[in-house]
């Protein structure tokens, strides 16, 4: 039993407070970074591209990530823009998926529908929503490293 309190104690210390309470500063300001993009972005413009090049990529150490990057070319006013993008699986662990899916919906030449930046029609994106989920993914974990951190206060000040 003492040895479990010792590493009790060894996990809960003020630089836990400090170090949680400051990982939940910083993950709530990005998630403020990243509802203000959804923000502007969100009156951007719609249209089509074509699609010119696709790969399947992977991300991290085994088991690999895989998302779709595609590549894309499009027209704002008869002035040419190309432009990338990355899409998601359902199930981003699995390479069949991933080439399935760049081969079924989005072999070269298929129309893709994309948003660009009216003010500066070379800034576009294909998937208008991350920015949004991204935000509310590090509100969440800024969040909870609050929660841990006062978790963590309260344990300590219960200690002495």
Request: with cysteine.
């Amino acid at each position: 039993m003492q040895n479990r309190n010792l590493k009790i104690e060894q996990i809960v210390s003020p630089q836990g407070v400090i170090i949680f309470g400051a990982i939940g500063i910083i993950s709530i300001c990005v998630s403020v970074y990243f509802f203000h993009l959804a923000s502007v972005q969100s009156k951007w413009v719609g249209t089509y591209a074509k699609v010119t090049d696709g790969a399947v990529v992977h991300f991290g150490r085994r088991p690999y990530y895989y998302r779709v990057r595609l590549q894309y070319k499009y027209a704002v006013e008869g002035k040419d823009y190309q432009g990338e993008c990355e899409l998601g699986t359902q199930n981003p662990s699995l390479v069949e998926e991933a080439d399935s899916m760049l081969a079924k919906y989005f072999p070269n030449g298929r129309a893709l529908e994309i948003y660009y930046d009216p003010t500066n029609p070379k800034n576009s994106l294909g998937n208008k929503d991350e920015p949004n989920s991204k935000g509310w993914q590090f509100l969440v974990g800024g969040i909870l490293s609050f929660v841990v951190s006062f978790l963590i206060n309260g344990l300590l000040s219960r200690r002495h």
